[in-house]
């Protein structure tokens, strides 16, 4: 009796919360944890240095680099691929040369073309095999099927003229996260041989987009940062827009018209339950987390004024931190979480500014011909990313004051730049004229690299998450 | 201004073209789907016309006036709009039992978010000068579709025009 009276009252209570959720789909799997493991070492020094200078991509771009099959000690069956595990190893090293080849990293020649290597020549490579190949570089892996069902990888990166190991790692992942294993190899070898911060264990939200320009269909998607593991987070019967993950990847705020009216919501991928940022009866746009995860920027309108307020992650008391007429919004931290950086019309036309975090000290940064929109500071801190309205819109990096304007794309309406967890790479979503079709691409810092990524339908709004954890 | 004049005429000469010079309730942006009263199911009206309630009462009523316009990045109320606003504040002078949503729109050369702030602006500028013409507050919602839900599809100055609107729509 208790019980039912129990259910009764949850039920009353969970009633109101079932509008704002009319629209999300199913749970989505969180995904499970990758452990770093311990691999034994090949004998070498695994600190071994470089042995030549990294000072210009062109360098390193044209890398030759093999990546063979990884092998495995026993073909064992997984949940990962239906072929067992030695054929997931062939999978592992096709998913890590597609990483490479697609963001116009080294000259990568995949397993497809290669020769397979043993599951001893992993930590003994067949050197005269790949000198002999003009292979300069060379990836060996390893899958095991453990007898606690979940897998083990290695990921070896070898100089092959020094006969030497470069860097090796290991983990463990539950086998619906192999792919993860594939993408934190690929991590170590761009990591080991340009300098830079790893990028490709990262996942993309972004809005997927169908139908005619009149009635298009809005949703909220997310998927890896190769396209993999796509799936759809609401249903489509709200337009849902301007995704951001959190810096842990537990929840995703956008804004979804799901009451009628364009509203921030906080979604928690756990639960699959969404809550209001604020509760209040005005319109709430572009959301946005600190490096953090502790504080969230959304900007609301109050009598068609537009403003960016502050308000703890966990609840609490808003703060508003500009307050001048006209329309301030967006606003992305510095990765110190020091600074922010947004938009604002108060000179009479689009502009970018930079604040405290504390709203002190706004001033204007941008003061080139055109407009300055959704300025995204990069996370290395050194560029900001901005959508430049001057004529056509172009995805274009200036420095945090304003100097040294760099514009990286040419298209029609190139919007709303997102940086890889690195810094080297933007995402953006291209518009096309007349039919309004979205799609995404990237490029990198250099304005080299342009490439249009692969999703399922249209895409816009890509929010691209730091390395996860 | 002369743009925007000349988008007015271009504008007016296609209605023309189309003998249609009130604007029809077929050409208004789909109602959100999420909207929490769907519009009624349309009942005949007979040969008295739209009922009192409709859309298309008020449309007819206010002769298609139910849309203003703005120019590229501007939210005022210009003479045009104004005089519009005045048609439309008769009607719920008249009718004080009627309660409407405007819903502001933006062409799609602005930013998505800076267009939904801006779409917000510019329905409350019209309804600002709705409850200046004693129109109560209360009776006025606002919604901002930014450039989400154009009307006019083609990507040109003409289309741009009237994309760049505020609508108000009858709440049922």
């Known amino acids: 009796m208790k019980k039912i ?14 509008a704002q959720n009319k629209d999300l789909g199913g749970l989505v799997a969180e995904g499970g944890q990758v452990e770093t493991a311990g691999i034994d070492a090949s004998g070498e020094d695994a600190e071994g240095g470089l042995t030549f200078t990294v000072t210009d991509e062109s360098d390193w771009a044209d890398l030759g680099v093999a990546i063979p099959a990884f092998a495995t000690d026993r073909d064992l069956a997984t949940p990962a691929n239906s072929s067992g595990t ?95 294993a594939a993408h934190k190899c690929s991590d170590i070898i761009y ?147 020091g600074k922010i950086v947004f938009e604002s019309d108060r000179s009479g036309s689009q502009q970018c500014y930079v604040m405290d975090a504390n709203g002190s000290n706004q001033r204007r940064i941008s003061f080139f011909g055109g407009r300055c929109a959704t300025p995204e500071w990069s996370p290395r801190g050194d ?87 | 201004m002369m743009n925007r004049n000349a988008a007015i005429m271009l504008f007016a000469g296609t209605a023309a073209l189309a003998a249609c010079a009130p604007k029809a309730p077929e050409e208004l942006p789909p109602p959100p789907a999420e909207a929490a009263a769907p519009a009624p199911a349309p009942t005949p009206t007979g040969p008295t016309g739209p009922v009192l309630g409709s859309q298309e009462h008020f449309v007819d009523a206010v002769n298609g006036q139910n849309v203003i316009y703005f120019d590229t990045d501007r939210y005022n109320i210009d003479s045009a709009d104004a005089a519009a606003l005045q ?37 409350n500028a019209a309804k600002n000068y709705l409850v200046g013409l004693g129109v109560d507050a209360s009776r006025i919602a606002t919604v901002s579709y930014g450039k989400e839900r154009p009307v006019a599809l083609g990507s040109n100055e003409a289309a741009w025009a009237e994309n760049r609107r505020a609508v108000s729509v009858v709440i049922n």
């Open chain 2, 87 to 123: 048609t439309q504040a008769q009607y719920l002078g008249q009718y004080g039992q009627i309660r409407v949503t405007i819903e502001g729109h933006a062409d799609e050369r602005g930013t998505r978010e800076y267009n939904l702030a801006l779409g917000e602006r510019r329905a």
């Open chain 1, 191 to 337: 990591s080991r041989l340009t300098g830079e911060s790893p990028f490709f264990d990262s996942r993309i939200a972004y809005i997927a987009e169908t139908g005619p320009k009149n009635k298009r269909i809005k949703r909220l998607a997310i998927m890896d940062s190769d396209g993999a593991n796509h799936r759809f987070i609401t249903l489509g019967s709200s337009t849902a827009l301007t995704p951001r993950y959190s810096p842990d990847y537990k929840r995703l705020m956008y804004l979804s018209y799901v009451d009628g009216n364009p509203r921030i919501y906080v979604y928690d991928i756990g639960t699959g339950k969404q809550t209001l940022v604020t509760q209040s009866s005005n319109p709430t746009f572009a959301p946005r987390w600190s490096p953090d995860g502790r504080y969230i920027l959304y900007s609301m309108a109050v009598s068609g004024n537009t403003d960016i307020y502050r308000v703890p992650a966990g609840g609490g008391t808003s703060v508003r931190l500009t307050d001048t007429p006209g329309i301030d919004i967006g606003g992305s931290y510095a990765p110190d979480g």
């Open chain 1, 383 to 469: 560029q900001i990313a901005f959508t430049r309205i001057a004529g056509d819109f172009n995805i274009s990096v200036m420095s945090p004051a304003g100097r040294n304007l760099r514009v990286l794309t040419s298209g029609w309406q190139d919007e709303a730049p997102t940086w890889a967890p690195n810094g080297r790479i933007i995402q953006f979503f291209r518009t096309e004229r007349n039919t309004g079709r979205t799609a995404l691409w990237q490029v990198d810092l250099t304005g080299r690299n342009e490439r249009r990524l692969p999703t399922p339908v249209d895409a816009s709004d890509p929010a691209w998450g730091p390395i996860l954890p």
């Open chain 1, 86 to 180: 030695a054929a997931l190893g062939r999978e592992v090293a096709r998913v890590i040369t597609a990483n490479l080849r697609n963001n116009g990293l080294f000259k990568p020649v995949g397993p497809d073309a290669l020769p397979q290597p043993s599951f001893v020549q992993i930590r003994a490579p067949s050197w005269a095999t790949w000198s002999g190949r003009g292979a300069e570089m060379l990836v060996h892996g390893f899958v095991q099927a453990r007898s606690d069902g979940r897998l083990m990888f290695g990921c070896y990166l070898y100089d092959v003229a020094l006969q030497d190991e470069l860097v090796r790692e290991g983990w463990v992942v539950p086998p619906a996260d192999w792919r993860r």
């Open chain 1, 5 to 18: 009276t129990f259910t009764f009252i949850a039920l009353l209570l969970a009633a109101p919360l079932s």
